[in-house]
């Protein structure tokens, strides 16, 4: 991209390094943020593409989503005419497709990255968010085995892929899941496009082959649901779906061809050349068939000439092909050459019967051996080429019996090992099921009757006397108990602690003298809301506010900041700057106060040094609400006044427009403590 190298420096912060992916849209470079000093992934593209303010937007909207399986957005911005959103770097990182170039995936390893994949995209489902242009190069496995999926909303945003409806966009993140997992079983991709690094899978006329058909050792589970999602237009209509098909899965990397040791018993998928498949065997006969009479053509020993007997006028011999022209002969496989007879070169002297000019009549027994010798040559010659010939079909017919019979095998023992784990189950549950008599029972001999809990002497109904004496207690009991309520409420108001001495204890004696209250006439003093320097006004109820955002900014903390305890507190999410990245203008508390009150004072308690404003609103928009008072860079408690009269208002906002830099390196807004008077 012009104006983007080595030595540009992006948004001020973003020293770009080395350029990792180019591609028709944009281009994806490694950098460095000076700001944090942490290493970065910048995708940059330039400022007047069409896409370029879908993509921000896109990017924006990405980076409030804070998941571990996602590739998380750190910042967007535009600089000297170059458009930008920066990523987290995955560092030592490797694609699906470039895992795939290393060597097969172990099935259940495929089951977890394409359940890893499916939870994350499930969850920015949730929020609105999709993907709806997955390939295995969007998908991320890290040398710990950690799975993410990067492009979110981003990869869509830039192939100008716009007003999608939710239930369509999540039924094309479902295919594309399966579709990883299809490429992860078979290392063929089966959606149409070419994804750089994996060969197409071959088509059939329902569409593609079942990942069986192509590797062995796949999941039954697996192959249905490619062949119904692929195939059927079935199978799970959103990510989350798909995930609960395929649960469980692994906890860690499965290792296998693709990791650095084999260290456990997984079988990993292996794929078959493609023409050892069933449904390729018939074009492949017919290659061979016409590549064997090719080379038959061209090789000039191929006919192997041997001379007839002389004087033996024979007709001439079919070959093997004449007499089976509907069984193709593979000469290749075959070592004996067919046979071809020519006369023997004539003898000065004799003519083409065979006789010369001096015979005579004794010569005629001499000819009539002659004679029987050479039919009995061609008779063998006639029977080596007939065997030749059957030789040639019985090699051929049984290749293609080999390998229909191979498959057919295959098939016929995976359904008797499935019957013959049936069956073992249907056995060892059989044996684990007894009656009822034997589970109360495990001997022959009867269960003796249970003990007594009681003697017998008690379970006789208690006498006259017993029953007087336990009335008693009882009577006794309730009058103590009447006389120690009737004293404490006698006690109440007394200014005593119920101590057992003479007399309540002494105590200091403080006076209280009351500021002057001048009243006009005409006026009388206010008997509603407290003044300034009064008792603080309950607070009801407290939330998250962001109307730049979901509208949310972690509610459940929100009640600390009325607790009454300086030790608890609200933060807001985590943002890449002080600025809030630059997505947005700021985020806050809004409290209720359960009515309209007359606000003088608001007094905050800061965590963490930041740019507050409190302001007061009759509504739950801020737009409407009179301001108090701000602060700038200061943390501690914090006492903002209003000029002049009060501020009216049911809901006071606490707004933060600069955070301060936390102890896990993000940007959060922090507040304790919030009384209003």
Same mark, same amino acid.
């Given at each position: 991209?012009?104006?983007?190298?080595?030595?540009?420096?992006?948004?001020?912060?973003?020293?770009?390094?080395?350029?990792?992916?180019?591609?028709?849209?944009?281009?994806? !470079?490694?950098?460095?943020?000076?700001?944090?000093?942490?290493?970065?992934?910048?995708?940059?593209?330039? $400022?007047?593409?069409?896409?370029?303010?879908?993509?921000?937007?896109?990017?924006?909207?990405?980076?409030?989503?804070?998941? #571990?399986?996602?590739?998380?957005?750190?910042?967007?911005?535009?600089?000297? =005419?170059?458009?930008?959103?920066? @990523?987290?770097?995955?560092?030592? #990182?490797?694609?699906?497709?470039?895992?795939?170039?290393?060597?097969?995936?172990?099935? $259940?390893?495929?089951?977890?990255?394409?359940? *890893?994949?499916?939870?994350?995209?499930?969850?920015?489902?949730?929020?609105?968010?999709?993907?709806?242009?997955?390939?295995?190069?969007?998908?991320?496995?890290?040398?710990?085995?950690?799975?993410?999926?990067?492009?979110?909303?981003?990869?869509?945003?830039?192939?100008?892929?716009?007003?999608?409806?939710?239930?369509?966009?999540?039924?094309?993140?479902?295919?594309?899941?399966?579709?990883?997992?299809? &490429?992860?079983?078979?290392?063929? !991709?089966?959606?149409?496009?070419?994804?750089?690094?994996? @060969?197409?899978?071959?088509?059939?006329?329902?569409?593609?082959?079942?990942?069986?058909?192509?590797?062995?050792?796949?999941?039954?589970?697996l192959d249905a649901l490619c062949r119904l999602t692929l195939n059927e237009d079935q199978g799970p209509l959103t990510p989350g779906d798909f995930a609960s098909q395929i649960a469980p899965w692994a906890t860690s990397q499965v290792a296998g061809i693709a990791a650095s040791a084999r260290d456990d018993d997984s079988s990993p998928t292996v794929a078959l050349p493609l023409a050892d498949l069933p449904w390729a065997t018939e074009a492949s006969g017919q290659q061979s068939a016409a590549a064997t009479a090719g080379a038959a053509g061209a090789d000039p020993h191929a006919t192997q000439v041997l001379p007839a007997p002389a004087g033996a006028g024979l007709p001439s011999v079919p070959s093997a092909t004449d007499m089976h022209p509907a069984t193709p002969v593979d000469h290749a496989a075959t070592p004996t050459a067919p046979l071809r007879f020519e006369p023997a070169p004539t003898a000065p002297g004799t003519t083409e019967a065979g006789t010369t000019s001096g015979d005579t009549a004794e010569g005629a027994p001499a000819r009539a051996a002659a004679a029987a010798a050479g039919a009995a040559a061609a008779a063998g010659a006639v029977g080596s080429a007939l065997g030749t010939a059957g030789q040639a079909a019985g090699h051929a017919a049984t290749d293609a019996a080999h390998k229909v019979g191979s498959f057919a095998r295959a098939a016929a023992d995976k359904a008797a090992e499935r019957r013959a784990q049936r069956q073992a189950a249907q056995e060892r549950a059989e044996q684990r099921r007894i009656s009822l008599d034997d589970a109360l029972v495990e001997t022959g001999e009867p269960l003796d009757p249970p003990l007594p809990l009681l003697p017998q002497e008690l379970s006789a109904p208690p006498t006259r006397d017993q029953s007087k004496l336990v009335l008693a207690i009882i009577a006794g009991f309730l009058v103590v108990v009447t006389a120690l309520a009737v004293w404490g409420v006698t006690r109440i108001g007394d200014n005593t602690d119920l101590g057992l001495g003479s007399g309540p204890t002494p105590r200091g004696t403080v006076t209280v003298t009351a500021p002057t209250t001048t009243v006009t006439p005409g006026?009388?003093?206010?008997?509603?809301?407290?003044?300034?320097?009064?008792?603080?006004?309950?607070?009801?109820?407290?939330?998250?506010?962001?109307?730049? =955002?979901?509208?949310?900014?972690?509610?459940? $903390?929100?009640?600390?900041?009325?607790?009454?305890?300086?030790?608890?507190? !609200?933060?807001? *999410? =985590?943002?890449?700057? &002080?600025?809030?990245?630059?997505?947005?203008?700021g985020v806050g508390v809004r409290l209720d106060l359960g009515q309209v009150r007359s606000v003088h004072s608001v007094r905050i308690v800061l965590p963490d040094a930041a740019d507050v404003t409190v302001s007061v609103g009759p509504d739950r928009n801020r737009d409407t609400a009179t301001e108090i008072g701000s602060t700038s860079g200061k943390s501690g408690t914090i006492t903002l006044t209003k000029d002049g009269a009060p501020a009216k208002g049911q809901y006071v906002f606490v707004w933060f427009t600069k955070l301060s830099q936390v102890s896990d390196g993000r940007y959060r807004a922090t507040l304790a403590e919030v009384t209003v008077r």
């Open positions: 991209m012009h104006g983007v190298g080595p030595s540009t420096v992006l948004g001020g912060r973003y020293a770009v390094q080395r350029r990792l992916e180019q591609t028709a849209r944009g281009e994806r !470079w490694s950098a460095h943020d000076t700001t944090l000093d942490r290493d970065v992934v910048v995708v940059c593209f330039a $400022e007047y593409e069409s896409h370029a303010d879908a993509t921000l937007d896109a990017a924006r909207r990405a980076a409030g989503i804070d998941n #571990a399986r996602l590739v998380r957005v750190l910042d967007v911005g535009r600089s000297d =005419g170059i458009a930008f959103f920066v @990523e987290e770097l995955l560092r030592d #990182a490797h694609t699906l497709t470039q895992l795939l170039e290393q060597g097969g995936l172990p099935a $259940e390893e495929a089951r977890r990255i394409a359940g *890893e994949a499916a939870t994350g995209l499930e969850a920015a489902r949730g929020r609105g968010l999709h993907h709806l242009r997955l390939t295995p190069n969007a998908v991320l496995r890290g040398p710990d085995g950690t799975v993410k999926v990067r492009g979110l909303a981003t990869a869509a945003a830039m192939a100008e892929v716009e007003d999608v409806e939710p239930d369509t966009a999540a039924r094309t993140d479902a295919v594309g899941i399966v579709a990883i997992t299809y &490429a992860a079983l078979t290392s063929r !991709w089966p959606l149409p496009g070419t994804v750089a690094g994996l @060969e197409a899978a071959p088509h059939v006329i329902s569409g593609v082959p079942a990942p069986s058909e192509i590797a062995a050792g796949v999941p039954g589970d006026q009388s003093p206010s008997s509603g809301d407290t003044q300034a320097g009064g008792a603080a006004y309950p607070i009801l109820g407290a939330t998250g506010y962001d109307p730049e =955002g979901d509208n949310a900014e972690r509610n459940g $903390e929100a009640p600390r900041v009325y607790d009454g305890k300086t030790n608890t507190f !609200w933060s807001s *999410e =985590g943002y890449a700057s &002080a600025n809030l990245g630059g997505l947005k203008k």
